[in-house]
């Protein structure tokens, strides 16, 4: 569930920049008065590990479905929050910069729907209560699997939120939301499960080890899976966006109710309004937005056709130079 | 799903693609990543319809990758083995938005089709800068201007640590993934309880790692900080390109490029 770059507004994305910021110098100030200089190898490796755990898939039963490791709550257990925070902020950079899952501006969205909830709400307020000192399986299970929920659930909410402010996407509330949470409920709860199975295996082998608590995980469907999802979830949308310009939905109805139903023209109401205002624009006459896609297109060609020579150039240029190999 | 071999494979392409030696990778790193931000600001500041204006700044990732001389498939190949949630979002805005919005040639096009074509096009240009970023700076140089931009040593050093041990373990998870694979048929001991173990022993060994590599970085005086090799100050010329750069993407966003060529166009031919 990365959010993109493409789906969020600079404003949006860089609101979730400022607090991610300061989480991270928050965190990092605390790691520093923790001066426990094992930690800094400790975190690389399990950061690494994150990443190459999600390699190994599994699949989940009744479903057809596979999964694989997602990280956080893990983390968590395993480097207590503010460690857990910073490698998660490593990992989707990481992942933004090599493998274009999110993007730069989306960075501060994604450590905050990914990293932020699970490291920082669900683990101390719900996984440490109730695992407690990690000693009986049956507690650790199910801390894990409600803190997993509760941490996948918040980060799947607030992909809705932040695509919803953004408005760049046109999806009303309630059929999105509807999409999302259950997913992510559901991966939750696989996430947990794992999660405490690695735990407890890790736990009973290296009792030395001092975990007293689980790992997360999150679903990957395969692909035939996805494409059945994903056409049921258009063929779904497209039921409910004939309902949905005759009835508003559950948070535009509910902030109606609240803001004592101020709308404006376009039907929108409370912040979406505001939102909305700042991405709208005074729609072109036709003429010239044809012709300005005639103008983008032409444009675009002559960019390609420039990039190629370039491309020669800069071939040559290394070649000659006996420049590297890696071409 | 891109596997295991694909991502490794991805990853080192693109550290031996930076060391290449072109006017691209000698500019400073720092500018390059102000460089870049800046463009996916600009990029992501237009309304949801923009279309059109948005294609010159293809200009950027094209040329810069050009000059760098990177292999445009790769790059391209990249951008397509996603499957962006974006796309899976932008899907629905044909669905939702049906207000036609204009029309080419009596064909009309409606808001969310628009907006769809728009978020095709965001995806493109900003995941293409951050492939070019990294592809033309390598992840060290990345992270040790970050530290001179002021991101705290604790976070550089676990990016490049995270880096490092990457292409370690993630062999290590493929040994693992493909004796279990050999191992069963179809989906069978692919269950979460094998999984279970199976993760926990791969995190075993990454513990018992991180402990050798502890022991041998305080042998050889570990430092949380990392050792600057760059020049501290930004050379001249990269700061007129910056001030070149920034001035180009400020008049593409304010100055309609794409009418006016258009216009020209239409205008000869009518």
Known sequence: MHMSDALLSPVVGGVLWGICATVIAVSAEKLKKDSDTAKIPLMGALGAFVFAAQMINFSIPGTGSSGHLGGAMLLSILLGPYAAFLVMVSILAVQALFFADGGILALGANIFNMGFYACFLAYPLLYRPIAGDGTRRGRVFTAAVTASIAGMTAGAFSVVIQTMLSGISSLPFGPFAAMMLPIHFAIGIVEGIVTGFVVLTVHSIDPGISISRPLVFSVKRRKKALVLIFAAAVLIGGLFSRFASNYPDGLEWAVAGVSGGVETESGESGFFAASSLLQERDTDNPETTVSGLIGGIITLIAIFLMGFFLKKRAGKASASRGGHAGN | ?270
């Open chain 2, 1 to 270: 799903m891109p596997g295991i071999e694909d991502k490794l494979y991805s990853l080192s392409r693109f550290e031996r693609l930076s060391l290449e030696d072109t006017p691209i990778h000698r500019i400073d790193p720092r500018v390059k990543i102000v460089l870049t931000l800046a463009f996916i600001i600009t990029v992501t500041s237009y309304d949801k319809y923009a279309v059109a204006p948005l294609l010159p700044f293809a200009a950027f990732p094209v040329l810069f990758a050009a000059a760098a001389n990177l292999p445009g498939t790769f790059l391209i190949r990249r951008l397509l083995i996603v499957s962006p949630f974006a796309v899976a979002v932008g899907i629905f805005n044909p669905l939702f938005d049906r207000e036609i919005l204009f029309s080419i040639g009596g064909l009309p096009i409606s808001g969310g089709w628009a907006s769809f074509v728009s978020i095709l096009i965001r995806y493109s240009l900003c995941m293409s800068a951050a492939l070019v970023l990294t592809a033309t700076t390598g992840f060290y140089r990345i992270c040790t201007s970050l530290q001179s931009m002021r991101i705290p040593p604790v976070l550089t050093m676990q990016l490049l640590l995270l880096y490092r041990y990457i292409f370690l373990l993630s062999d290590e998870a493929l040994r693992l993934s493909r004796a279990r694979t050999l191992r069963s048929f179809g989906a069978k001991a692919q269950g979460i309880k094998s999984t279970g173990l199976l993760l926990a022993s791969l995190l075993l060994r990454t513990l018992q790692r991180a402990r050798c590599i502890h022991e041998a970085m305080s042998a050889r005086g570990l430092q949380l900080t990392l050792p600057q090799f760059e020049n501290p100050v930004i050379k001249k010329s990269d700061l007129i390109l910056a001030v070149f750069i920034l001035t180009a993407l400020a008049l593409l966003r304010f100055f309609d490029l794409t009418g006016v060529v258009g216009g020209l166009i239409s205008g000869a031919l009518g």
